[in-house]
T-cell receptor
């Protein structure tokens, strides 16, 4: 069974630009969560989707948005990039979501904002 | 607001020793607790998941315990090996479909 895949693996953008990250969950998983990891703040929850519905959103500005498609693939978008958005963005998939079962993580997308 | 703390932040032990990593949380109303390891520059690998109704889980040389009433979990690693060197993170699953994370313990196993 293929694991969680994230594309691209690395991105370099400049301030003010926009970026879209993609996450393909394990086949059959309907829940996809997104997390931001930085050296200063650690891992922070961005949002969770289940069957195309956003069930929760973390404490991030509206510049961070996401969506999930009918095949469970998910994208997150960050508009008007800031230097502080430089981070490793991780997505996780599971059958039922955080409250039910193990979360399987992808390798992450490392975003650098110059 | 749930807060998760991991102590120590870093730990260095000789190969072959048994060791315990600690995780504490402030709100006992959790769905589950997961332990992960993260190797430098890589994603997270799930090690063990303990549901709120369980007291412990075991996988190979790893054993994780959960005491909800005291807000504590421990990860026991038996007969440590250099390949166990990584950052170990615990995360609490709550009713809002999110994981709340500790800052991690960086473990170094010296050959």
């Amino acid at each position: 069974k293929a694991g969680v895949t994230q594309t691209p693996r690395y991105l370099i953008k400049t301030r003010g630009q926009q970026v879209t990250l993609s996450c393909s969950p394990i086949s059959g998983h309907r829940s996809v969560s997104w997390y931001q990891q930085t050296p200063g703040q650690g891992l922070q929850f961005l949002f969770e989707y289940f069957s195309e519905t956003q069930r929760n959103k973390g404490n991030f500005p509206g510049r961070f948005s996401g969506r999930q498609f009918s095949n469970s693939r998910s994208e997150m978008n960050v508009s008007t990039l800031e230097l502080g958005d430089s981070a490793l963005y991780l997505c996780a998939s599971s059958s039922q979501g955080v409250s039910g079962d193990t979360q399987y993580f992808g390798p992450g997308t490392r975003l650098t904002v110059l | 607001k749930q807060e998760v703390t991991q102590i120590p932040a870093a730990l260095s032990v000789p190969e072959g020793e048994n060791l315990v990593l600690n995780c504490s949380f402030t709100d006992s109303a959790i769905y589950n607790l997961q332990w992960f390891r993260q190797d430098p520059g890589k994603g997270l690998t799930s090690l063990l998941l303990i549901q709120s109704s369980q007291r412990e889980q075991t996988s190979g040389r790893l054993n994780a315990s959960l005491d909800k009433s005291s807000g504590r979990s421990t990860l026991y690693i038996a007969a440590s090996q250099p390949g166990d060197s990584a950052t170990y993170l615990c995360a609490v699953g709550d009713s809002n479909y999110q994981l709340i994370w500790g800052a991690g313990t960086k473990l170094i196993i010296k050959p």
